[in-house]
């Protein structure tokens, strides 16, 4: 009797480990430290949409409308989870990644669109990162602009480049932490919560500014280099073993892993158009132009902890938001021309992959050096964004829709992301035709 006692307890064991095999170590449990330090892609991504030039734009869209836009943060949670839950679902199940699928299902020239969209938003994305960085570092040390937007350029290429996969998603990981500055500075400023209640009901002026501010809101919320790097990291992670045999109890743990991501940056959202709005707006500081003009703005108004905060919190998120947007414009060339991709690999057995990587931000930096108006670089890239998104839910969601069982998304899945296709292409089109009309 205790003999089978003993065998029952090992074969109990042996079928745990064996399930756990077939799981992500992380998203097999949603508690504790040991989830932190293996958390899948999803929580890293949703910091990573509160970049600088999120950041800029959330802190003009609340120092221009106050609390008027405040309800996009409602819309945009729905929209932008259902957007990079399907991402994840066709990298995850398919062992490929976004632009490699399109590669596989379209013809040469959609194929040449989608990778030219997402490479060229995102090159201008990293050059309005890397400018903001270095003004916002300038506010708590003060150094020349040129050294401090080359020292961080050159830094995230080193770390990306030099750095093993496994280690390095895990500095993203802390990195991501960075981005609940902008929820402590909810606790600094004085807020009228009523006003802010009063926001969150739908409404909207039929002016070029506000439908120029929609479609930046919605482009830095749900962008292109999300979608590329999402699908991407699912990949990444299958190849390092973390994931095995995918089945439902996976998918469940994956969409809870992009919801849990996506939900906290909508919450960074939602706090810096809320601070910016108490602040900035209700004083008049409506010209503020980018993240470190409000980080700047904020001191005489909130004081220098504030301030400080603010700025901190720009660094930190672009350490975060540079190697995403250069690791996608890497993997969508990459994976256009079937080069060997990936972070996981070492730079002589990806050349051109790593090559792609160091040269969009080494175009960034070059941005910055350029004459470019870094007072509306944030603001510009987001509206990019936005113009770009459109086109990749249309593929991908028509990749969802595939006769392949595994590809396939719920009906909730697609009806969200149609909803954020009309919106999109909506305000889009508006914004396109009010701006040639002027």
Do not use: C
């Not at 040129?146 to 961080?152: M, S, T």
């Amino acid at each position: 009797m205790q003999h089978e006692r003993v065998t029952s307890r090992s074969e109990g064991s042996r079928r745990r480990r064996s399930r756990n095999r077939h799981h992500h170590p992380a998203r097999g449990g949603l508690r504790g430290f040991g989830y932190f330090r293996t958390l899948g892609p999803g929580f890293v991504t949703g910091a990573a949409d509160d970049d600088p030039a999120g950041i800029g734009t959330y802190s003009q869209v609340g120092a221009a409308f106050r609390f008027d836009l405040v309800w996009t943060a409602l819309v945009s949670l729905p929209l932008a989870s259902a957007v990079q839950e399907t991402a994840a679902r066709l990298g995850l199940t398919s062992g490929r990644g976004l632009i490699a699928l399109i590669k596989v299902h379209f013809a040469r020239p959609v194929l040449w669109l989608a990778a030219a969209l997402v490479v060229g938003a995102n090159v201008f994305n990293i050059g309005a990162d890397l400018g903001s960085m270095a003004e916002a570092f300038r506010l708590l040390i003060p150094m020349p602009f040129a050294v401090l937007v080359v020292g961080f350029a050159g830094a995230i290429l080193l770390l990306e480049v030099f750095v093993s996969y496994d280690r390095y998603s895990l500095i993203l990981r802390w990195l991501a932490l960075s981005i609940f500055a902008y929820v402590l500075e909810l606790f600094v400023v004085d807020v009228d919560w009523s006003q802010v209640a009063a926001g969150l009901i739908p409404s909207f002026q039929p002016t070029l500014a506000s439908v120029e501010a929609l479609v930046a809101i919605f482009g830095t919320t749900i962008s292109p280099y999300l979608f590329v790097w999402q699908a991407a990291e699912e990949v990444e992670e299958r190849k390092a073993g973390r994931i095995g045999r995918i089945d439902a109890r996976q998918i469940r743990a994956m969409r809870v892993d992009v919801v849990s991501g996506m939900s906290a940056g909508v919450l960074v959202m939602f706090a810096i158009m809320v601070s910016s709005g108490a602040t900035l707006g209700a004083h008049g500081s409506r010209d503020v132009q980018t993240a470190a003009e409000a980080a700047r703005a904020l001191e005489p108004i909130a004081g220098r902890f504030a301030s400080a905060l603010f700025a901190a919190g720009i660094v930190g998120t672009g350490l975060l938001a540079i190697p995403t947007l250069a690791g996608s414009a890497a993997y969508a060339l990459a994976e256009t021309f079937g080069w060997r991709e990936g972070l996981g690999r070492k730079l002589k057995e990806a050349p051109s992959f790593y090559g792609v990587l160091a040269a969009a931000i080494a175009i960034g930096l070059g941005l910055n050096f350029v004459g470019i108006d870094p007072i509306r670089a944030l603001y510009v890239s987001a509206i990019l964004n936005g113009l770009a998104a459109p086109p990749l839910i249309l593929l991908m969601l028509i990749l969802s829709r595939s006769r392949r069982a595994e590809l396939r998304t719920g009906r909730l899945s697609d009806g969200l992301m149609l909803i954020a296709l009309l919106v999109m292409s909506a305000s889009a089109a508006v914004y396109l035709i009010g701006s040639l009309v002027g």
